[in-house]
């Protein structure tokens, strides 16, 4: 790969092709691509790095799908499985307000996902969304993957886009990325056999975007797909944020095999890693924003993600289920002094962000 004729082409609005990210996955000069990517995100960001004072809530882990890569679902009745009530979650969101006289300042974002529980309806997650803003005026719901939209269209019968709207007039502000683990058909029956196809996730993504709902996007590898699989993910991806420009931030999220019912994965390699995160930087070029998920890479290898193309690392996160009943042995949450303190060593300048990547704060 020619590095300096490519960076000529990028830099001049020129468009990475698939043939180009399928050699880049795979390059030995993995200087010269993080180099690369770091320009170009700096270009966009300058030397911010993003993070968010966020808590992340799971309400259940019963679900209907259990797809073979995830280590954090059960059926009903199984050991192990469990449903919050309301009540529970919004004492969960009293204690992340500070009252209780913890460190941490109070949070400005839930980010809320489950399994598919019949039993968590339409009507369950109105008032769960309502229950919480009250008890944290101002805060952002951040809630529900596409999959999981799906699920209560199918359940209630209601259209997607009135599902939407009914959650939206409830508290939903935007959506997660979550549910798009690989787009190409042939691996994601593999994968997760019962889950809706790609095609679906991303008109159900369309369908928000045109709501006026922003989300972000994710993809997981590692597992059982090719490069040539990842790239096509990510072509679908800059198709459809063409379209809509609804995508607030890419997620490359690496697969953990551990209790998973994918017996043949290795555990990711960093360099894998950081060649995903870089190439994710240079191919979407309309992404404003990458995030290297802490939990998920590591701490310290989300910390050399920002030099590979990340301008953003998520947040404090508070409590972590679906990583860590997969293997990860990342902590399960981070003071706003750790993770400033993390970026400030990575020669970046961290940067407080809403949901909607407003910033809130400079730390110079
Ligand atoms: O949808 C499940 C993935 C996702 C495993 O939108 C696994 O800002 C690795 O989407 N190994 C949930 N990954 C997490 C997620 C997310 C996280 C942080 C920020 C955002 C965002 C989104 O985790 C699932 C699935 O793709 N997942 N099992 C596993 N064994
Ligand atoms: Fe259910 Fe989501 Fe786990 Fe699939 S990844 S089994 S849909 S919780």
């Known amino acids: 790969m020619d590095f300096k004729e490519l960076k000529r082409k990028l ?6 092709s698939d043939a180009e990210a399928v050699e880049l996955l795979q390059t030995e000069d993995i200087f010269s691509l993080g180099e690369l990517a770091n320009s170009i995100c700096e270009k966009r960001n300058r030397k911010f790095v993003h993070f968010i004072r966020n808590r992340h809530i799971n309400p259940g882990n019963i679900c209907i799908n259990r797809c073979k890569f995830c280590a954090f679902s059960r059926s009903a009745g199984e050991k192990g499985a469990y449903a919050y009530t309301i009540p529970q979650m919004v004492d969960m969101a009293r204690a992340s307000k500070g009252s209780t006289g913890r460190p941490q300042p109070p949070v400005s974002e839930f980010h809320i996902v489950g ?6 309806g339409v009507d369950f997650y109105s008032e769960l969304f309502r ?12 809630a529900l993957t ?15 886009k009135k599902i939407l709207e009914i959650l939206r007039d409830a ?8 549910g798009a683990e690989i787009f190409r058909q042939k691996v994601r029956a593999l994968l997760c056999p019962e889950k809706i196809d790609g095609k679906k996730w991303l008109n159900i993504m369309e369908t928000a975007h045109k709501t006026g709902i922003k989300t972000t996007a994710t993809m997981l ?4 797909e090719s490069f040539g699989d990842r790239v096509d993910h990510l072509r679908r991806l800059r198709a459809l944020q063409d379209k809509t420009g609804g995508f607030l931030a890419f997620i490359p999220l690496p697969f953990h095999p551990k209790n998973t019912g994918i017996k043949d994965a290795h555990p990711v390699s960093g360099l894998d890693i950081l060649r995903t995160v870089a ?16 939990i998920m890479t590591g701490e310290k290898l989300a910390q050399t993600c920002l030099l590979f193309g990340a301008d953003d690392l998520d947040g404090t996160v508070i409590e972590e289920k679906i990583a860590h009943d997969a ?3 990342s902590k399960k949450a981070m003071t706003v002094e750790e993770i400033t303190g993390m970026i400030k060593k990575a020669g970046k300048t961290p940067v407080e962000r809403d949901t909607f990547y407003r910033r809130l704060k400079v730390w110079e």
């Open 279 to 294: 190439v994710s930087r240079l191919y979407l070029d309309n992404f404003d924003h990458i995030k290297a998920y802490w």
């Open 11 to 16: 830099s001049s609005g020129g468009r990475m």
């Open 146 to 160: 596409a999959v999981e939209i799906d699920y209560l269209s199918r359940c209630s019968g209601i259209k997607i």
């Open 171 to 178: 508290g939903l502000d935007s959506m997660p990325g979550g």
């Open 221 to 224: 590898f590692g597992h059982l």
């Open 327 to 329: 293997g990860a042995e």
């Open 115 to 120: 399994g598919l529980n019949p039993d968590m």
């Open 131 to 142: 229950a919480l803003k009250k008890e944290v005026p101002g805060v952002t719901i951040k």
